[in-house]
């Protein structure tokens, strides 16, 4: 199947990329999985995402790049039902994928400031299914850090230690967070666990 004719399946939310030679985009070949989750293994995906507003989401994909877990290629279809590759640096709106990612990476990704809940949302969903929850909690951690909800930011933060946290800076954010909250106790506690992971002063 050709990346031109991905709007045919209205099913499949990953497609892996099988061929790319060609620097036409629309023509490289790719396959659907049954993936639920962007999985870390290295490839180039192209998974169902939104464009998110305020007050709606229009489907549309968007190509990652695993390991790294880049993205810079979004593909739309425009008024006359033509599949259209465009960057997604000259997006006016936010474009985040539709499923959460088990590979590690920005968790701007998933961060949609016109409508921060759809990617909270996302990676709620997310975090019942995936094997690393480690990775889908981090994310929403961060993003429900950036929107001041602090506990709920915890949680998250706690999820991701529960189930081995990808670095020291998780324990760092739960300090930060601790404080914020004024429990002086267990910012001290998870200053100290940072420090015991390989953190150092900052």
């Known amino acids: 199947m050709k990346l031109s004719d991905i709007y045919k399946d209205r099913i499949t939310k990953v497609f892996i990329v099988t061929e790319q030679d060609d620097e036409n985009e629309l023509i490289w070949t790719i396959e659907a999985t049954d993936f ?6 290295e490839n ?35 008024s006359d039902g033509q599949t259209e590759v465009e960057s997604i640096y000259d997006q ?12 590690f990476g920005d968790y701007e990704l998933f961060y949609s400031k016109e409508n921060p809940q759809v990617g909270i949302d996302i990676l ?5 299914i995936a094997t690393n929850k480690n990775v889908v909690a981090e994310n929403l951690g961060y993003i429900l850090r950036d929107e001041g909800r ?11 230690e529960e189930n081995g946290p990808s ?5 760092w954010e739960l300090a930060g967070l601790y404080e914020q909250l004024g429990q002086i ?15 150092i002063d900052l």
């Open 92 to 103: 006016e709106k936010s474009i985040i994928p539709s499923i959460a990612s088990e590979c």
């Open 44 to 78: 180039y995906y192209f998974v169902k995402a939104f464009e998110v507003s305020e007050n709606n989401k229009a489907a549309c994909y968007i190509g990652i790049m695993t390991p790294e877990r880049t993205a810079e290629i979004v593909i739309k279809q425009n």
């Open 150 to 160: 602090i506990e709920e930011a915890i949680e998250a933060f706690k999820i991701s």
């Open 36 to 41: 639920a989750i962007i999985p870390e293994e």
């Open 124 to 128: 709620e969903s997310g975090l019942k």
């Open 185 to 199: 106790d267990k910012q001290t506690e998870y200053k100290q666990k940072y420090k015991e992971n390989g953190g």
């Open 167 to 171: 670095s020291e800076y998780t324990f």
